[in-house]
């Protein structure tokens, strides 16, 4: 399963973005996709997941800016980013825990990352 994320890019304070990421296949059960993001000299970190029961999380640093959405049936997964601040500026990488097949056991894919830069 490979994930594709798209709509990052170079963006002011206080601006929006919206980040979308699609699996390149069908997957029997997803349990949990969600965005984590690294900055430079980081380590990776959650930004906000979604369940198939819709049940959220966010990173404390992004609540009230970013809202995660998801579309099922079309396995995918957008991240809406508002009042972007200069520290959101790293790669946004989309993160999926599912079964791609009835037969297989749950494990986790990652997409490549995509660039957000915020500037000041």
């Known amino acids: 399963v490979q994930l594709q994320a798209s709509g990052g890019g170079l963006v002011q304070a206080g601006g929006s973005l919206r980040l979308s990421c699609v699996a390149s296949?069908?997957?029997?059960?997803?349990?949990?996709i969600g965005w984590f993001r690294q900055a430079p000299g980081t380590m990776r970190e959650m930004v906000a997941t979604?369940?198939?029961?819709?049940?959220?999380d966010y990173a404390n640093s992004v609540k009230g800016r970013f809202t995660i959405s998801s579309d099922n049936a079309k396995n995918a997964v957008y991240l809406q980013m508002s009042r972007l601040k200069p520290e959101d500026t790293a790669v946004y990488y989309c993160?999926?825990?599912?079964?791609?097949?009835?037969?297989?056991?749950?494990?986790?894919?990652w997409g490549q990352g995509t660039l957000v830069t915020v500037s000041s």
């Open positions: 979604i369940t198939t029961g819709g049940s959220t």
């Open positions: 296949e069908s997957i029997f059960s997803i349990l949990t």
């Open positions: 993160y999926l825990r599912g079964r791609r097949m009835s037969w297989e056991g749950a494990r986790d894919y």
